[in-house]
């Protein structure tokens, strides 16, 4: 009886709290997917900041917007492919492979590729260039490293 | 040497594109729905609810869809330009009244004038967000067929009004 | 009358800046002692000139003067005197001011620690640094000086942006700006001796402790920047691939390439021209990064406001700048020897590898940034490039320069064996690769991102251990051991940890941050990776110029106290700008991050709020303070103290 007091006592706190809060979103699902596209769509009417992220009237009705869509079974692609439509490409942070992106995309692997064959090739160029030296023994490195300090 | 001198033509190149880049509105986004169809919709009269205006009432005229809202500051600017324009009986202008309290958007009305042929509210901005809004004011305009020809984000001004609008009202007009 | 001081104390100083710019030159060129001597003199004069200058606008921010255009409109007598003083770089003709005055402390920095130098080098080197200050000061005389007067004054200011009303920073724009202004002493350095004709390993090892401090700077500067977007903007991010960021983070790149390859350069004399044009494009991507933020041609959050005019004069000055520096490179460079001779594999040719991937990181940045820009002007229309390309591009070119980075610490100079370095690591390479499979189960979710994050950040530990312990062991004892080692070796190994700390970080806070966004009325409780949150309530307090609510939210973990948190969402009272000031409980696993959303509109004392759990995300912030304190330990070795120790042999 009297362990049965006590950890009703112990309980006692947790009747106290109110409640359990409540997600703000009816759905924490279709919240969860929501805000992960509108991290690709750029707040027009701020400076560079996705949708996701601001807190301009403009982002909060392209959420809803997206929100309303996507309970109505509209896919991602459909949504982004709306907002296109309506306000352009621009709206896009992440710009989808085409013609005019092509350059954008391929740059980064073009240059390393351009950039490790350059050096591959310098040093190879090097060594061909630059006749053996001359090997200094250990001794004479030795001394040169006392010399210099 | 060619490679040399490689660095300083990519940077020659590099600052064609920064000068040119320099005079860019950043801001401004360009519609997509420029020459496309006016989305349809029916919304209420803001002054009388129960009658609903559609674009397709204006078939046949050319009309300007100017988008304004009582919150919105850039409109208290180009309000006394578009009286005066709605003076002139020159173009119809539509207002439409976006994500705003009808009773504000009457008060504005009442205490400023009222240029528009009618005005229609969007209460919950569904339709703005069908035409591409994103910053109020917009002013669309619209030739005989429904087709929009031309949008302007920000406010009307003398110079984009005499400049851009009217002549292109005038050329829609005539055809 | 002090503010006209203030003025005229910038024209006084560039006329310094002007003769500086000229005379040490020509008296380079023709050997004239005198024309040489008169540069360190006047990089004295300058900077105390620049430091008045400063001073009289600091003055009129603190006294509110608002008869002082720049001061109404970027401050407040409301203002606490705290951000009046950095109100002073709150706006563009200010900021452009701390970057002259810190470019004439760096000017004279140079004057002061070069007795060792050859005459004719110290001319050519203050020589250069005069005219990157004379375009800097024309510029803010001409379209942009702090000190144009308000008539009649303004009754008060228009108030500091309250974003930048902030503790970080008041410190971040001056330890941002101290690197790229720093990087112009390794440009100096680069013209001059392109101008000398003499690039030599000498040079680089001139260069190397001054490029080297401004890395610190702008490793110290961007780290900050960071954390204030983390908590300040209240989303808990804490890195968003603005161009400005950008701007920041291109030079902080190829720096990080220059002091790797002034490495191979001063070793082996190797790859000098290449090391030539790092040095260069390192500070040209600084000036660039002027010029976005101030001419408006990119959207950014940050960005002052855009002018076409002072556009035009930034770009004139770039294309001086660069063109020039360009075109004396291409003039110059072929000139320059090849150098020592080292295998194909070996440290030197594992750091060059290395630059090419920091470059072409950096060259992604650059094209990500300004391809917008691009498109516009050829006419192709408008689109955005933002977090997602970033991300995409930047990750694949981490994977081999994180790779090399665990390498080149245990590689050899000059020729390494394959299958010997093979054996040395693969240990550490297996021993990472398991922990990294294994841990992300401890941390109840595995994902392919997780395991390959853990093992890039392990592996450079394993590796530093590889390299570590041969170093420690063997004859003498420990401390004499610890001892033997140079400070730049431990330098090296803590910049490296540091990067390991911060991948570590970015992966764990991505893989396991845990993210509630509730409605909660006052006493309810919200559950987040095992804390509780009970939200206790907004009461309002007035600050010095802002009104604020103020939430209180008690955490606990099983039941027991852990802290309470006060996020606040301030009203400031001249702007009106409303802003969100999360509450941290930072940790050395997690931080705990809440933040207020707004009032629940018809529920009474209810309100949206933010809860996050971030899992090792201060190892972020940690490890760029690594990085910056390893920079600092490789600058303070000896061997760039050697003419100390030859004066006093000689005495």
């Not at chain 2, 429904?146 to 009202?169: C, H, S």
């Not at chain 3, 540069?39 to 603190?62: C, K």
């Not at chain 3, 021209?273 to 500070?283: D, G, Q």
């Not at chain 3, 570590?468 to 033997?484: D, F, H, M, N, W």
Request: neutral net charge.
């Amino acid at each position: 009886m009297r362990y049965l007091l006590m950890a009703l006592l112990c309980l006692m706190p947790m009747f106290a709290h109110a409640g359990e809060a409540q997600d703000i979103a009816d759905d924490p699902v279709i919240e969860k997917r929501m805000m992960q596209l509108a991290e690709k769509v750029r707040c027009l009417v701020c400076q560079s900041e996705p949708v996701s992220n601001s807190h301009s009237d403009w982002s909060k009705d392209v959420r809803q917007i997206m929100r309303e869509k996507m309970k109505a079974g509209a896919t991602d692609q459909e949504i982004m492919d709306l907002l296109v439509e309506r306000f352009g490409k621009s709206v896009l942070f992440d710009p989808p492979v085409d013609k005019e992106t092509m350059p954008l995309w391929l740059a980064p692997f073009v240059l390393l590729l351009l950039g490790s064959a350059v050096l591959i090739y310098q040093l190879r160029k090097r060594k061909s260039r630059i006749a053996d030296e001359p090997s200094i023994s250990a001794e004479d490195a030795q001394r040169a490293a006392d010399l210099l300090k | 040497m060619i490679r040399f001198i490689l660095p300083f033509v990519i940077f020659v190149i590099l600052s064609v594109f920064l000068y040119k880049g320099l005079g860019r509105d950043t801001r401004e986004v360009p519609s997509p729905l420029v020459n496309k169809a006016a989305p349809a919709f029916v919304l209420p009269k803001l002054s009388e609810p129960d009658q609903k205006f559609s674009p397709a009432d204006m078939k046949g005229k050319v009309w300007l869809l100017n988008v304004w809202a009582s919150w919105c500051g850039a409109c208290k600017d180009e309000h006394p330009i578009l009286m005066e324009l709605s003076k002139q009986n020159i173009v119809h202008i539509i207002g439409l009244d976006y994500k705003d309290k009808r009773e504000d958007g009457e008060a504005t009305l009442q205490r400023a004038g009222d240029p528009y042929t009618l005005t229609i509210s969007d209460v919950d901005g569904k339709v703005g967000f069908d035409y591409g809004v994103y910053g109020v004011p917009e002013t669309y305009v619209i030739d005989k067929q429904g087709v929009i020809r031309y949008k302007l984000i920000g406010a009307v001004n003398p110079e984009n009004l005499t400049q851009t609008i009217l002549p292109l009202v005038k050329e829609l007009q005539a055809k | 009358m002090i503010p006209e001081l203030g003025h005229f104390s910038l024209i006084v100083a560039l006329f310094l800046a002007a003769t500086l710019g000229t005379l040490p030159i020509i008296g380079a060129a023709r050997n004239n002692a005198v024309l040489m001597g008169v540069a360190r003199p006047l990089a004295y004069g300058q900077m105390l000139l620049m430091s008045m200058a400063f001073a009289a606008l600091a003055y009129a921010f603190l006294n509110n003067d608002f008869s002082v255009l720049y001061v109404a409109q970027h401050s407040n007598s409301q203002l606490p005197a705290i951000y009046r003083f950095s109100a002073i770089w709150g706006g563009h003709e200010g900021s452009l001011l701390l970057w002259a005055v810190l470019l004439s402390c760096w000017t004279a920095a140079v004057a002061m620690f070069s007795k060792h130098l050859p005459q004719e080098m110290v001319a050519r080197v203050l020589g250069v640094m005069g005219l990157i200050a004379v375009g800097f000061l024309l510029f803010m005389l001409f379209t942009s000086s702090p000190f144009d007067r308000l008539l009649p004054a303004a009754l008060d200011g228009r108030d500091l942006n309250p974003l930048l009303q902030d503790p970080g920073l008041v410190i971040h724009p001056p330890m941002l700006y101290m690197g790229y202004v720093g990087f112009s002493v390794a440009f100096a350095f680069a013209i001059a001796a392109l101008l000398g004709g003499k690039l030599d390993a000498t040079w680089a090892r001139w260069s190397r402790p001054w490029t080297t401090v401004a890395w610190v700077f702008m490793t110290i500067g961007i780290a900050l920047g960071s954390w204030w977007a983390y908590y300040e903007l209240g989303w808990g991010g804490w890195w968003f691939w603005d161009p400005v960021e950008n701007a920041s983070f291109m030079p902080w790149l190829l720096g990080t390439a220059l002091i790797h390859s002034l490495a191979v350069t001063e070793k082996r004399g190797a790859f000098k021209s290449w090391t030539v044009l790092l040095a260069i494009a390192a500070f040209s991507l600084s000036l660039l990064g002027t010029f976005l933020v101030r001419s408006g041609v990119l959207t950014s959050v940050h960005s002052f406001a855009a002018d076409p005019k002072r556009g035009i004069f930034i770009l004139t000055f770039l294309v001086l700048v660069i063109g020039a520096s360009l075109l004396l490179f291409a003039w110059r460079a072929p000139k320059i020897g090849l150098g020592g001779k080292f295998d194909a594999l070996s440290r030197e040719s594992l750091l060059l590898f290395n630059n090419v991937l920091l470059s072409v990181a950096s060259a992604s940045v650059f094209i990500g940034t300004l391809y917008p820009l691009f498109m516009d002007a050829l006419g192709y229309g408008k689109l955005s490039v933002g977090p997602p390309y970033f991300e995409a591009v930047f990750v694949p070119l981490m994977i081999p320069m994180v790779f090399m980075m665990g390498l080149g610490p245990i590689a050899r100079w000059k020729k390494m064996a394959l299958p010997d370095l093979a054996k040395r690591v693969q240990w550490a390479f297996g021993a990472a690769a398991v922990i990294a499979v294994l841990l992300p189960f401890v941390g109840g979710k595995w994902t392919p991102m997780i395991a390959l994050g853990l093992l890039l950040g392990l592996w450079i530990i394993a590796s530093l251990v590889v390299s570590l312990v041969p170093r420690l062991t063997g004859a003498g004892t420990l401390t004499q051991r610890i001892r033997k080692q140079s400070l730049s070796y431990y330098g090296m190994q803590l910049a490296h940890l540091g990067v390991a700390l911060f991948i570590i970080g970015v992966t764990l806070v991505k893989g396991y941050e845990t993210e509630r966004d509730v409605r909660m009325n006052v006493d309810d409780v919200v559950h987040a990776g095992g804390y509780d949150f009970q939200f206790k309530g907004v009461t309002e307090k007035e600050g010095p110029n802002y009104v604020a609510g103020i939430g209180r939210v008690v955490v606990s973990k099983d039941g027991k106290p852990v802290t309470e948190l006060f996020p606040e969402k301030r009203q400031y009272n001249v702007s009106g700008m409303p802003l969100t000031e999360a509450a941290i409980e930072p940790g050395f696993i997690r931080d705990l991050y809440v933040s207020l959303g707004e009032p629940i509109p018809e529920a009474d004392g209810a309100w949206a709020v933010r809860v996050y759990i971030k899992p090792f995300i201060d190892w972020i912030w940690l490890g760029c303070l690594f990085m910056a304190l390893g920079g600092v330990l490789a600058i303070s070795d000896r061997r760039y103290r050697i003419h100390k120790q030859t004066k006093e042999q000689a005495a």
